[in-house]
């Protein structure tokens, strides 16, 4: 059940993230066009590919932390010894649950507030609460995340030794 779940999040993550590009490329594309050739541009199109790329950039970080893709410092993990490692991944990952736990949180009230106040967009006339959503949904994918390479990496038979996390 939870890898059918799984699955369905990774397919809306990574459909979000590739509709959101190809509209930011062709919607940039548009304007250059425009500007170029017939001397005109959207008023509405540059604040439009803003929104579009942060909402593509916050969903990407859960699209790499599925794939443990972020960067890490992995100095300390190679001087720590063996026995303290699989501790000290865990340690990590209960920081970016943490992290990221917060960084919902915080971001769900930010966007309550936009959504009492009504503020709008100022070319597209949009409530600015769709674009602030993006914190809280994309924090709570990356915690979903975080939470399935914890289980993993708990699961895992401790004579095994490769990363499950790469923010260890």
């Given at each position: 059940?939870?890898?059918?779940?799984?699955?369905?999040?990774?397919?809306?993550?990574?459909?979000?993230?590739?509709?959101?590009?190809?509209?930011?490329?062709?919607?940039?594309?548009?304007?250059?066009?425009a500007?170029?050739?017939f001397?005109?541009?959207?008023?509405?199109?540059?604040?439009?590919?803003?929104?579009?790329?942060?909402?593509?950039?916050?969903?990407?970080?859960?699209?790499?932390?599925?794939?443990?893709?972020?960067?890490?410092?992995?100095?300390?993990?190679?001087?720590?010894?063996?026995?303290?490692?699989?501790?000290?991944?865990?340690?990590?990952?209960?920081?970016?649950?943490?992290?990221?736990?917060?960084?919902?949180?915080?971001?769900?009230?930010?966007?309550?507030?936009?959504?009492?106040?009504?503020?709008?967009?100022?070319?597209?006339?949009?409530?600015?609460?769709?674009?602030?959503?993006?914190?809280?949904?994309?924090s709570t994918?990356?915690?979903?995340?975080?939470?399935?390479?914890?289980?993993?990496?708990?699961?895992?038979?401790?004579?095994?030794?490769?990363?499950?996390?790469?923010?260890?």
């Amino acid at each position: 059940m939870w890898n059918k779940i799984s699955r369905l999040l990774a397919q809306l993550e990574n459909t979000t993230v590739g509709i959101l590009i190809i509209y930011s490329s062709v919607m940039l594309f548009t304007q250059i066009v425009a500007r170029a050739v017939f001397n005109t541009s959207f008023s509405w199109a540059e604040e439009s590919v803003r929104y579009a790329i942060i909402w593509m950039v916050f969903m990407a970080g859960s699209i790499a932390f599925r794939n443990n893709a972020h960067i890490s410092i992995d100095v300390i993990k190679q001087i720590i010894p063996k026995p303290l490692q699989k501790p000290f991944q865990v340690y990590i990952c209960l920081v970016c649950m943490m992290t990221t736990s917060l960084l919902a949180w915080f971001g769900w009230q930010l966007t309550s507030r936009m959504m009492m106040f009504g503020q709008l967009s100022s070319a597209m006339e949009l409530p600015m609460y769709l674009f602030y959503l993006s914190i809280p949904v994309s924090s709570t994918c990356m915690f979903i995340r975080i939470s399935e390479s914890l289980l993993v990496l708990l699961m895992k038979p401790k004579t095994m030794t490769e990363d499950v996390f790469a923010g260890a």
